[in-house]
Structures are given as structure tokens and as C-alpha cells.
Nanobody, 119 residues
Framework: QLQLVESGGDSVQPGGSLRLSCAASGFIFSSYVMSWYRQAPGKERELVAS????????NYRDSVKGRFTISRDNAKNTVYLQMNSLKPEDTAVYYC????????????WGKGTLVTVSS
């Protein structure tokens, strides 16, 4: 059964840190590009960071560069998002997405994990 299960969301104060995890099963994880997206209340879902299948390449949206780090462990079928120096505007539901290596029409979503940054 194909699954993407996010975890690690929590409520933290500004300046705090969190590490999100996304555990994958049911497909060849090491072949897929993995991404983290987020959706804040009343806003559209946006791409936060992506990492190549082997983990050698990554990219980030400008607002998180220098604060967030995406990584993956293909032996554990897991992708991570380390989030430091969190800001209230980082508050959102965070989703992971798996993108098929040969077709942009084939992708899978997790159900999300909530991150709240508030004092």
C-alpha cells in the first residue's frame, strides 16, 4: 500500500526549531524526487523545498533559504525538513510529495502535519 506519512509538526515559539519527517512506503522511494510543500490558512499550497532522488541536489523557496534544510535517507525511505529560526509566517500544514522520475503526471501526497509558530 502506497503511503506518505508526515510527522514532527508542533507548536513552537518564534526562533525555535523543528524537524519534520515523511516516511514513504509502497513505491521505489529512491527513484523519486521528494518535496515539502506548505499551506497556510486561506492561502494556496506552496513549494518549500525539493531534493533529487539521490539527494545530491536541492532547492528552496527564497523565504526559507538559510533556515530550512531538506535531506533524505533512502535506506530508511524517509525525507526530512529541518526548520530553524522559525517565524510566525512559517505557520502552515506541511505536506510531502513524491514525484515520479519520468512523469510529472504521477505524484503522491501525504496528509500533512501542522506547524504553528506563535509566542
Amino acid at each position: 500500500q502506497l503511503q506518505l506519512v508526515e510527522s514532527g509538526g508542533d507548536s513552537v515559539q518564534p526562533g525555535g526549531s523543528l524537524r519534520l519527517s515523511c516516511a514513504a512506503s509502497g513505491f521505489i522511494f529512491s527513484s523519486y524526487v521528494m518535496s515539502w510543500y506548505r499551506q497556510a490558512p486561506g492561502k494556496e499550497r506552496e513549494l518549500v523545498a525539493s531534493i533529487s532522488s539521490a539527494g545530491g541536489s536541492s532547492n528552496y523557496r527564497d523565504s526559507v533559504k538559510g533556515r530550512f534544510t531538506i535531506s533524505r535517507d533512502n535506506a530508511k525511505n524517509t525525507v526530512y525538513l529541518q526548520m530553524n529560526s522559525l517565524k510566525p509566517e512559517d505557520t502552515a500544514v506541511y505536506y510531502c510529495k513524491a514525484l515520479h522520475p519520468h512523469s510529472s503526471l504521477i505524484y503522491y501526497w501525504g496528509k500533512g502535519t501542522l506547524v504553528t509558530v506563535s509566542s
